[in-house]
């Protein structure tokens, strides 16, 4: 079945770091692809997704490219806040009523 | 106004004992899931249902039961409760539509088993 793999955290950097989460699927299909962010004591909120190969998703000073060749989707941003301090999911679905979750990567900025 | 609202935040309750979790969404969206988060953050869907009908379901032990009322709420119902039962429990909904994929989550229900 479908299934996402990211890297483990935890993740701690010093602010203004360059932020790389590692995350890769496996599908049958052609999937979307999407990250979300959960925040302390909160739901998860979409932040950013893309939907077809070669597809780049931005929010917030966060990138991922969707690339087939490698089946990855990896989550980079160039200066870290501490405000970005949250976990990290990386999410696949092939339908919209079956969203498939990473294990969520926990990042820490200090500052 | 909260778009997915879910009641209660927290509930600590014995083992053995019965609960509910009420899930209600604003958002006009045809399709409703609930989510488990355990300690380590890891997140597992439970069931999912479109315009009331259940289209999900997991593994999941048939002490727990979704009812779904109409397409606005999506009501979780857990007998029997055991110690392996505590975790956040998510609510979250979609339009249902392929190009979107957006799921809009609830703030979540904290239960612990005692």
Same mark, same amino acid.
């Given at each position: 079945?479908?299934?996402?793999?990211?890297?483990?955290?935890?993740?701690?950097?010093?602010?203004?770091?360059?932020?790389?989460?590692?995350?890769?699927?496996?599908?049958?299909?052609?999937?979307?692809?999407?990250?979300?962010?959960? $925040?302390?004591? @909160?739901?998860?909120?979409?932040? *950013?997704?893309?939907?077809?190969?070669?597809?780049?998703? %931005?929010?917030?000073? /966060?990138?991922?490219? $969707?690339?087939? @060749?490698?089946?990855?989707?990896? *989550?980079?941003?160039?200066?870290?806040?501490?405000?970005? %301090?949250?976990?990290? /999911?990386?999410?696949?679905?092939?339908?919209?009523?079956?969203?498939?979750?990473?294990?969520?990567?926990?990042?820490?900025?200090?500052? | 106004?909260?778009?997915?609202?879910?009641?209660?935040?927290?509930?600590?309750?014995?083992?053995?004992?019965?609960?509910?979790?009420?899930?209600?969404?604003?958002?006009?969206?045809?399709?409703?899931?609930?989510?488990?988060?355990?300690?380590?953050?890891?997140?597992?869907?439970?069931?999912?249902?479109?315009?009331?009908?259940?289209?999900?379901?997991?593994?999941?032990?048939?002490?727990?039961?979704?009812?779904?009322?109409?397409?606005?709420?999506?009501?979780?119902?857990?007998?029997?409760?055991?110690?392996?039962?505590?975790?956040?429990?998510?609510?979250?909904?979609?339009?249902?539509?392929?190009?979107?994929?957006?799921?809009?989550?609830?703030?979540?229900?904290?239960?612990?088993?005692?």
């Amino acid at each position: 079945g479908d299934s996402v793999t990211q890297m483990e955290g935890p993740v701690t950097l010093s602010e203004e770091a360059f932020l790389t989460i590692n995350c890769t699927y496996t599908a049958t299909g052609y999937p979307s692809l999407f990250w979300y962010v959960q $925040y302390p004591g @909160e739901g998860l909120q979409l932040l *950013l997704k893309a939907t077809k190969a070669d597809d780049k998703g %931005s929010n917030k000073g /966060f990138e991922a490219t $969707y690339r087939k @060749e490698t089946t990855s989707f990896h *989550l980079e941003k160039g200066s870290v806040q501490v405000s970005d %301090s949250a976990v990290y /999911f990386c999410a696949l679905s092939e339908n919209n009523n079956d969203m498939r979750f990473g294990a969520g990567t926990r990042l820490t900025v200090k500052p | 106004d909260t778009a997915v609202s879910q009641t209660p935040k927290y509930l600590v309750t014995q083992m053995g004992n019965d609960k509910s979790i009420k899930c209600e969404q604003n958002l006009g969206h045809d399709t409703m899931y609930w989510y488990k988060q355990d300690s380590k953050k890891f997140l597992k869907i439970m069931f999912s249902y479109n315009n009331k009908e259940l289209i999900i379901n997991e593994t999941v032990p048939n002490r727990f039961s979704p009812k779904s009322p109409d397409k606005a709420h999506l009501n979780l119902h857990i007998n029997s409760l055991e110690l392996g039962d505590s975790a956040v429990y998510f609510c979250a909904s979609s339009r249902g539509d392929a190009n979107t994929g957006e799921l809009f989550f609830g703030e979540g229900s904290r239960l612990t088993v005692l």
